[in-house]
């Protein structure tokens, strides 16, 4: 009888082990699954995150290439026949496209990180400088017959080099930002 106590209390020993290490090893497994299932989370929140910089990156200088070429058209323009004439429909149209320029580059500053918020101001700051230099000459040499970009300025000159260096820092800085010179993305 002693063996046969001694046999129950072992296999109910032993079943309750087993239900503890079986409850032990789903509890543990368990945790893992929510840390991997975290972990995925997270790495889908970076890539979303990353892609969202990316379509405000691309947007700031898509809207960079529309300000471009109005400034290219503003610098083929002839200054008004006098002083009081109707402000140039081309100096308008910079004008838009500098605020359009400018709202993406306020989306810039809320995706981040600073250096790129910083870099897209600069540029929006570098085109509307280069805007209020051609607007200065045209108001300056009111009644010329040479074109705008035939009045050179040091002045001039300066706020187009000043806007081509703050559009690379832009992209340089951009790219860093998104992993773009990071290794394996050469």
């Not at 989370?41 to 990353?50: A, F, G, W």
């Not at 026949?81 to 838009?96: C, G, K, M, R, Y």
């Not at 910083?118 to 570098?126: E, G, I, P, R, V």
């Not at 300056?140 to 000043?162: K, P, R, V």
Request: proline share 3%; glycine share 6%.
């Amino acid at each position: 009888m002693a063996v046969d106590r001694w046999s129950a209390v072992i296999g109910a020993g032993g079943a309750l082990l087993g239900v503890a290490l079986t409850g032990g090893f789903s509890l543990l497994r368990g945790r893992q699954e929510f840390r991997d299932k975290e972990a995925e989370r997270h790495e889908q929140r970076k890539i979303m995150h990353r892609e969202a910089r990316r379509e405000a990156y691309l947007d700031v200088l898509r809207k960079y290439h529309e300000v471009d070429r109005k400034i290219d058209a503003l610098w083929k323009t002839r200054p008004s026949s006098h002083p009081d004439a109707p402000v140039d429909s081309i100096i308008l149209e910079v004008d838009t496209a500098i605020l359009d320029l400018r709202e993406a580059c306020a989306n810039v500053i809320l995706e981040g990180p600073d250096s790129v918020a910083q870099s897209a101001h600069n540029l929006w700051t570098a085109c509307d400088a280069v805007s209020t230099v051609a607007t200065e000459i045209s108001v300056a040499h009111y009644g010329s017959d040479q074109y705008l970009f035939m009045l050179i300025t040091d002045e001039q000159s300066a706020a187009e080099a000043a806007r081509h260096s703050a559009r690379g820092e832009f992209i340089r800085a951009a790219s860093n930002a998104i992993g773009g010179r990071a290794p394996g993305f050469d």
